[in-house]
């Protein structure tokens, strides 16, 4: 690549140039780095130290720039060039040396140097991005009519986007049309408000950028962000649509009642659920099933399953508002009748407090933690429930006409017949015995529900628990693990129409946010300035099938021999594709195996002394470095950090490169993963973890242990743990003793 | 084991409980803070947390038989420091009124006087029976007396005798019954009533400890109140000592009042009139330093209950009732005593008349008043001390 220059600027302000041998890092730049221009100045980021970095890209000719300073998370604004025309890399002299080391020691001078190669190397290797721009639809079609997919909706087209509604049932409104009440969400919070749904329901009927499919289930859905091809189907015709994005919001269903005979329901009649009191309230009395008795006395079982392996492992967070709303109007309904609340813990989150107090301030709503021990049916009609009553420490019998139980929201992705707590891992459905060459082996035959995806993992959302759609929680709430589709509302976890709606405001500003990115070829998040894009040497493909297998975003179907299709536009660029293929046939134009493969290389490894390379996530251990530093703490000098979109990338061969060269070990510090994971990329830091544990076999057939390639969790605030982690692998690796392969 | 009853609704009860004085009781949230602050709680099942929720179901029973309402002293620490206002203390006020009138023996009677607006009927009753009771013994219903002020002229002793002593007989009864049912209930609890020392021993160590007032004395937010309890509650023994002594003097010296020293009875036991009069002198000191303690408790005890004291502590119409009556009998007497030295008839008649009417509604009213919680308090401590639940 003759047309590659490479222009090197180090500054010396922050501390660089008092703790570094400046002087030096020139001569690795120019000198074996050969790197044509290479600068120092006094304050790089000022407008006058960037403006030398323009000039030599406009007269100079330099294309590659290398900006030896600060952290890559600080000054990007300063440091921005073109994407489309310049590779810019940032190269850590400030937090990764001289912030986190003793000044003007040689190991101090060791790490700058080698992070220096390492950046050079990178720059070479890298391309700028050659963007990948399509015309592409903007309608954003919103799944499900009810308080959450109507405010999707309207938003959306509030914002200017053409909306498709797609509704199952005949009419629109959801859950929120058949509640008798509301509770209060505005101060003072005492009084019970009437559902407002039939304004926001005429709202998007007389909205002409919406249009409204009732009666409508999606059959398919193909393709990729701005680009769907979806196929709707209403009472046997069928209609496919283009679309660009898609809400989910098809809430909830509540937990299957005939679970709860331990709590009475369906031996006894008096025994409802608190959908079916809802449904005899907007009736206008509360009275016994049985025998029509207007009820004196209504007894509610909070956590009806709720927070119970058996049953629902999770809370629905909506129940207990709910409760005290229906004991409100048990006592507006018959001023002489009592309410009995018997909860598990009293959930009201937030400002629903103030409700729980107003509820509380009422005569006739009697409130304790306590447990329903059993319950019988009294010779008059009513329920006598023996409950023990917690707060006081003992047991009593209450009589109840009317017992209900608040039963918990289950997600409506969750197909007919599946238990929440007994699902398959990531894919809801069936294990399914199937015949193959190599003999019998058990396969995840995913259950379609709502969306109907074509994509080679499943046709729904995958979940993490439950069968709510997997996401990160934290950081991208909405985002589901398919690009351009988000989930809002009940669907996505138990929540109150309130909350719905400001969750359908959120996801719709996400998919209007999708559509933008795509439409400019950038990842929707977290890289969204990303105009990269995964790039396939096919004739090398083996068709083993691991990237299609392992992105965590679906990116990839398959041709019927197991080859990779493309879908760009799912991509979000974490390159875990990159790091599973043993072929080493993905890369990126900033971002390949080689290049990481020869940043290790570039590394001068000390003849004597424990070694090590760490390859860090940008996204976490990156900044918990960048906070290590700021606050001072002294790190191991033996350590030299190579940055990674995700540890999802880690290819093995990097393995054999570093160990090979005589490093002595290898340490990944990566996000959390499990059940409360905190990759930004979902599963990447598993999927890291996973490839470690077999590259750990074949070290042991190298006859090098197994515990030099190890593998660490790190959140971003656990940043005070990391001089200890890399002292303890340290001494790990000193313990064990100096790589054979060292001077080879 | 599971209670036998079957618990249903009681608004009228939840209503009765926030009319006498709890209406913040329904505030609680059980965070049990009042228990912790609380200096005379014990610490395995302290109160008043249990209390509070007690109240919030209306559980009637569990309440009217519970003895630690009874060791609570109203300092009101738990209501300062309530974080939801639900004021505690108050609410164990109301209780305790609740608690009175559940286990008052006849119990329909103790509803009714509890009734604020059945005060003036309580007040008419005595001064009825007083009226009827002088017809037929001096036949007029009511007629000042010539001369110099003697009130037994005017309402003669056998008269206070014939009415006082049934009906302290009566009061007796109606305690002893109650009592022993409160006593026969505290067998329920979890405590062991017998667990130390015998009924005797706990009674005496009770009595110590309301003397000295070395329970009350732990209060923090309503220090004030100690020294008003203490003062009335000597006034009132005081009293209670001097008129025994003046029964003693009438049947036993044969010596009536106004206890004219050139009496020959009094003569003959003394010897001499000077040592007559120095007898009648510690008597009369007696009765005056008494009643001269109980006024000055008493108008603590109200300006205790006007002064704002930065935490809101509702004072029922029963604690009003009580205070009001205990001023009244005070100043009533007083007043009777100062215008039969001035001889002023007509207004020492009328006086000493209404300060019998109000004796009357103290001593009858007791098992059923505010004041009844010395004999309900008593045999809570007793109990407290014998089955291990005391604070030291």
Known sequence: MSENKIGVYICTDCGIGDALDVEKLQQVATGEMRAPVCKTHPFLCSDEGVNVIKEDLNNEGVNKIVVAACSQRVNQDAFDFDTLKYVTERVNLREHVVWTQPPNEETTQLIADDNLRMGITRAGKAEPAVPNI??????????????????????????????????????????????????????????????????????????????????????????????????????????????????????????????????????????VTNVEMEEMASKGAISRPSDGKKAESVLFVQCAGQRDAEHLPYCSSVCCNVSLKQAKYVRELNPDAGAYIIYKDMRTPGLYENFYKAAQDDDGIFLTKGEILGMEEASDGSIEVNVNHQLLGKEMKIKADVVVLAAGMVTNLLPEGYEPNNLTEEYVGVMEQKETQDGVIEELMPTPTTLHLKYRQSPELPHLKYGFPDSHFICFPYETRRTGIYAAGAVRHPMDSNQSVNDATGAALKAIQCLEQTSQGKAVHPRTWDQTFPEFRLDSCTQCRRCTVECPFGVLDEDEKGTPK??????????????????????????????????????????????????????????????????????????????????????????????????????????????????????????????????????????????????????INEWDKLPQIMEDFYKKIDDIGANPYKGF | MADETVLTP??????????????????????????????????????????????????????????????????????????????PGDVLSALRKIAIQENAFPKGLGKILGEPKMIWLALLIPAIIFMIAMKIKTGYFFQIPEGEVVFSKFFPISLVDTIFVPIALLVTISFVVSIGRFWKSLNKNPYKLMASGTILSGLIATIKEIVSHSKFDKCDANKDRVWAHRLVLFGFVGLFI???????????????????????????????????????????????????????????MFANRVKDKGFSSVSSSFDWTLAIMVFAVCVTGILSEVLRLANAASLAYPMYFAHLIVVFYIIAYLPFSKLAHMVYRTTAITYAKMANRDVV
């Open chain 1, 566 to 715: 493309e879908n760009p536009y799912r991509c979000r660029r974490c390159g875990t594709c990159m790091g599973a293929c043993p072929q080493r046939i993905i890369s990126f134009k900033d971002y390949t195996v080689d290049m990481i493969s020869s940043m290790i290389k570039a590394i001068q490894v000390p003849d004597e002394g424990t070694f090590i390379v760490c390859l860090i996530c940008e996204n976490d251990a990156y900044p918990a470095i960048d906070m290590a530093a700021l606050n001072r703490m002294n790190l191991n000098p033996h350590f030299r950090f190579i940055s990674l979109r995700c540890l999802g990338g880690t290819n093995l061969v990097w393995v054999a490169d570093a160990l090979s060269k005589g490093i002595d070990g290898l340490l990944l510090v990566g996000c959390q993963y499990g059940d409360d994971y905190q990759c930004h990329y979902i599963k990447g830091s598993k999927m890291a973890s996973e490839r470690l544990g077999k590259v750990q076999e074949t070290l042991d057939r190298l006859m090098l242990e197994a515990e030099r390639v190890e593998q660490v969790q790190l959140a």
């Open chain 1, 134 to 271: 399509m015309d592409i639809n903007r309608t954003i079609m919103v799944v499900g009519g009810g308080v959450t997919g109507l405010t999707s909706a309207l938003e959306c087209a509030n914002a200017g986007q053409e909306v498709v509604l797609v509704e199952k049932s005949s009419e629109l409104g959801g859950w929120s049309k058949k509640m008798y009440k509301g509770y209060p969400t505005a101060e003072p919070y005492s009084e019970l408000t009437k559902p407002a749904i039939d304004k926001k329901i005429e709202a998007v009927k007389g909205n002409d950028k919406i249009k409204v499919h009732t009666n409508t289930e999606i059959s398919q859905i193909e393709g990729q962000p701005g680009m769907f091809n979806v196929t709707l189907g209403n009472n046997g015709s069928s209609e496919t649509i283009t679309i660009g994005a898609v809400v989910v919001a098809t809430g909830w269903k509540p937990y299957d009642p005939s679970k709860l005979e331990h709590l009475g329901y369906g031996k006894y009649k008096n025994v």
């Open chain 2, 242 to 300: 001097t008129t025994n002594w003046a029964v003693f003097n009438l049947y036993g010296l044969n010596w009536e009042s106004p206890y004219p020293l050139n009496d020959p009875d009094a003569v003959a036991i003394f010897g001499s009139e000077a040592a007559a009069g120095l007898y009648r002198g510690v008597f009369k000191l007696t009765g005056n330093a008494s009643a001269a303690i109980l006024l000055i408790g008493s108008i603590m």
């Open chain 2, 10 to 87: 009681d608004l009228g009860f939840i209503k009765s409980l926030k009319g006498a004085g709890a209406e913040t009781m329904k505030k609680c949230y059980q965070c049990a803070t009042c228990s912790v602050i609380c200096p005379l709680s014990p610490d395995d099942n302290p109160f008043p947390r249990k209390e509070m929720i007690m109240a919030q179901w209306g559980l009637k029973d569990d309440l009217a038989n519970n003895p630690d309402i009874w060791l609570c002293h109203n300092c009101n620490d738990c209501s300062k420091y309530c974080p939801r206002g639900a004021g």
